[in-house]
């Protein structure tokens, strides 16, 4: 039995980590803002009032974790928000930046302490922050956010092996939940592929950015 850590956990791919976790018999650890009823039927471990925009508050989560060792910390919780070229609002990239790109830092280098040799590191970035994938433009913070958030990942790959800590920096797909307006693949679907790669993830393959269909994707 391994334990997971997943932010985000309250909706969407998070609460569906959460109940694949909680199925195959891993111990899970849910954090999130608030939680929701659907979180709380599951019968795992909430950390609730995380907000991992805050220094203080993602502290506090690492206080309440203080010798708990973790095999997997599933960085998931993330925001999206539309921002053309002819109606940008500044104030919303640097947000996405806040939650997207720095959140996930901060919680991976807050919960370092609770990792160990052969522990995981998931980054749950998306296809739109690719480069090399963007042919269609638009979605100014989310794109840029999710590019600077690979990034992260492609460092820490490389900052942790040492430690023998390997990180997968992941697409889930078009995935139907909120955040998408309720379109595409169901989550069950997509929290399948990513936990294969998470599975898959080893020391020699960590930093890889893969689709959660196991295609590798271009930066
Ligand atoms: N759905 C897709 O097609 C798709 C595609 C590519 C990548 N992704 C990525 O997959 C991840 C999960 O997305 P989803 O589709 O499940 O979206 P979602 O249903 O909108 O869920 C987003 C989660 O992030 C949490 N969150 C947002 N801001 C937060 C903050 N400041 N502190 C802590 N938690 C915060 C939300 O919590 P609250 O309820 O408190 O807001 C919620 O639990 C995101 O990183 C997203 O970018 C999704």
């Excluded at 909680?22 to 907000?51: F, M, P, Q, W, Y």
């Amino acid at each position: 039995m391994k334990t997971y850590l997943v932010t985000g956990a309250n909706r969407g791919i998070g609460l569906e980590f959460c109940r694949q976790l909680k199925a195959l018999g891993e111990t899970v650890i849910a954090v999130c803002r608030s939680t929701s009823s659907e979180l709380n039927n599951l019968g795992v471990r909430i950390e609730s009032g995380i907000d991992i925009t805050s220094d203080q508050s993602v502290a506090d989560l690492a206080k309440r974790l203080y010798g708990t060792q973790l095999d997997v910390l599933i960085n998931n919780a993330g925001i999206l928000e539309k921002n053309t070229l002819d109606n940008l609002d500044f104030d919303s990239i640097r947000w996405q930046f806040e939650v997207n790109s720095l959140g996930a830092l901060r919680v991976t280098q807050a919960l370092l302490a609770n990792l160990r040799a052969g522990s995981k590191v998931a980054i749950i970035t998306s296809r739109m922050g690719s480069i090399g994938d963007n042919t269609s433009g638009s979605s100014y913070g989310y794109r840029m956010s999710k590019a600077a958030l690979s990034m992260a990942g492609k460092s820490l790959s490389h900052d942790l092996k040492p430690q023998q800590i390997a990180v997968a920096i992941l697409h889930p797909g078009l995935v139907n939940t909120l955040m998408t307006g309720y379109r595409g693949i169901p989550t069950s679907e997509a929290v399948q592929g990513l936990l294969a790669r998470i599975n898959q993830l080893n020391l020699e393959n960590s930093g890889t950015f893969w689709h959660a269909n196991g295609e590798v994707l271009p930066w």
